[in-house]
């Protein structure tokens, strides 16, 4: 904004806010409290029956335990989102503990349990893909 004096012209930035600010606001408001949220919930219940069945004795197999270990991992980076929701919620947006380094940390164990998920799958992929290619052949291993 330019502010104009009778005598001596200068130039004021102040910054301005738009509806649109505040629409995108409440847009990020509404996803990570309400939509992740059931992301959690979802996520969580869907996880923990793949592990009830994944890991049941009559299911037990090499790529089973491979996506058993993939839904944990899933499970954990869910886990790990709840304190977003509850600083959205508004519950711990003051909490000390948070702000000073929680957040940070938590982003970086939620990456570092999303990689290994990728990892996980990727490896499902590439056993399902040799045995795909030469179903007859035993495993050794």
Known sequence: MTSNS??????VATPTYTALDHATLQIVMFLNSKVLML?????CGGNILNLIVLLSRAMRS???????????????????HIPTVLFFIGT?????????????????MMNWASAVSIWFMMYATIERVQVFRSPFRTSKR
């Open 39 to 43: 992301q959690i919930i979802f996520g």
């Open 6 to 11: 009778s005598s001596n012209s200068t130039t």
């Open 62 to 80: 090499r790529t089973n335990l491979i996506f058993a270990a993939m839904a944990f991992a899933d499970l954990f980076f869910l886990i790990l």
């Open 92 to 108: 711990i947006r003051d909490a000390p503990w948070y702000r000073n380094g929680f957040s940070q940390v938590s982003a970086g």
